[in-house]
Every structure is written in structure tokens, then in C-alpha cells.
């Protein structure tokens, strides 16, 4: 089946689709010897896809994973500033996967990963409202900043839409509340907070659809079931 190369060059885990673009675009992906072009379709099976000069052998299975990203991690595969990424962590896995989604460096919790590049697009869309659910521990007037967090606001040109919330433990120093959002855009949670005056403390994603972080401890991984990759593909 003919499929866009950048797809069929993720399917493999050689790149993630904006890498096997720019790979495309230097030249280093070649069809029957011809040079690629962006956009270009292909079926894998009925002709001869280098890269560097390296044939594309068959396709790895594809892997479903859940990983706790520690605090401390970024939700790349490689960093420009030489901090440690989310691909430490998955060293035992047998095939190269992908973060979907992100979680920002100083967030921990639930992080789903996978070389299927048509639901990890699929999981990301902004159509798809996916439910995140999130332990965020604040400092601040929980009073007047909770009811704004449930409303839509705007901060710095982004539009965030109300959050669910609900207050779980208050304590002299700090509150933990859960927030669940159904938008994933950059730093929203804490962005949010900082806007209804309260501080993030800590911020954990504990759920995400309906898949749950359980008791999954911090920065290991488990394999997904056959039961929750179905799920997921229903979203």
C-alpha cells in the first residue's frame, strides 16, 4: 500500500515525520536510486527506499508504551542543550518510540510513546479532545483562583477553554487540586495557574483518556495491553 514517505520512514523508527521530512529535503532518502521529494508517495514492498545508501529492511512491529517521566526530563528523543530526554529511559525497548504529546521539563507522570505515527497524530489533534487529568499541587488564594480556572481565558493570545477541578487536599502550606483538560497546548496547566494567581508546586499527569498511571513508578515503562491500544484507537 502506497503511504507518504515520512509516514513509512516513522512507521520504521528511523525518524519522527518532521525528521524524515528534513531528511527528504537533504537528499539522503532515495526511491529506485532517484532522489525523494516531499509528498511523495510510496509502497514499501514494490520498491527500493534507501537511506544513506542503507536499504530499508522490513518494518518493526509496532510498540505501545507508558512511561512516568520523571521531573528533569524533556519529551524529546535528542536535546540541543544536552539534557537528559525521555529516550533514556525506554533504553530496553527493542524498537525506537516516539512521545506523544509532551510534558514540560519540570512535569512528571503519564507519558504515552509508540512508533505508530498515524495515532500518535490521531492522539494529538485538537479535535479530538482528549481528556488529560492532572495532580497539581499550588501555593496561592485557591478561593479566588479555582472558579477562574474553571472558566475560558485568554493569556498571551492563546485561548484555553475551563478546566475541571476539583479540590482534593488543603494543607497549611499548599493545595492539591485535579485539573483535567481536554487541550494539551504548550505549559497550559501552568500557564493557567499563573494566571488565576496561584504557583505550581508539583504537577502530575495521572490520566489521559482512559488510560491511568496506577502504580506505575517513577521513570519505568510498561507495555501497553492489547485491551488499551484498542482504546486508544477508538478515541
Known sequence: MEERLQKILSAYGLFSR????????????????????????????????????????????????????????????????????????VTGCPVRVYPVGRLDLNSE?????????????????????????????????????VPILRRNMKVDGDLFHGAKVSILKSE???????????EGKNRQIRRMCDYAGLYVVQLKRVREGDLRLGSLGVGTWRYLTADEIQMLKRH
Request: aromatic share 4%; hydrophobic share 35%.
Open 18 to 89: 518532521r525528521e524524515a521530512e528534513r531528511a527528504i529535503q537533504a537528499g539522503r532518502v532515495l526511491v529506485n536510486g532517484a532522489p525523494a521529494i516531499l509528498g511523495q508517495r510510496a509502497d514499501p514492498d514494490r520498491v527500493v527506499i534507501t537511506v544513506d545508501g542503507v536499504r530499508l529492511a522490513k518494518a518493526p512491529e509496532q510498540c505501545y508504551l507508558m512511561l512516568y517521566k520523571p521531573r528533569g526530563y524533556v519529551t524529546t528523543l535528542s536535546d540541543e542543550k544536552g539534557r537528559a530526554n525521555v529516550s533514556d529511559l
Open 109 to 145: 507522570g503519564l507519558m504515552l510513546m509508540t512508533n505508530d505515527g498515524a495515532l500518535t497524530q490521531k492522539l494529538t489533534h485538537p479535535s479530538n479532545q482528549i481528556e488529560k487529568e492532572y495532580l497539581v499541587r499550588v501555593t496561592g488564594n485557591v478561593e479566588y483562583g
Open 172 to 182: 497549611r502550606e499548599n493545595t492539591l487540586l485535579s485539573i483535567t483538560i481536554s
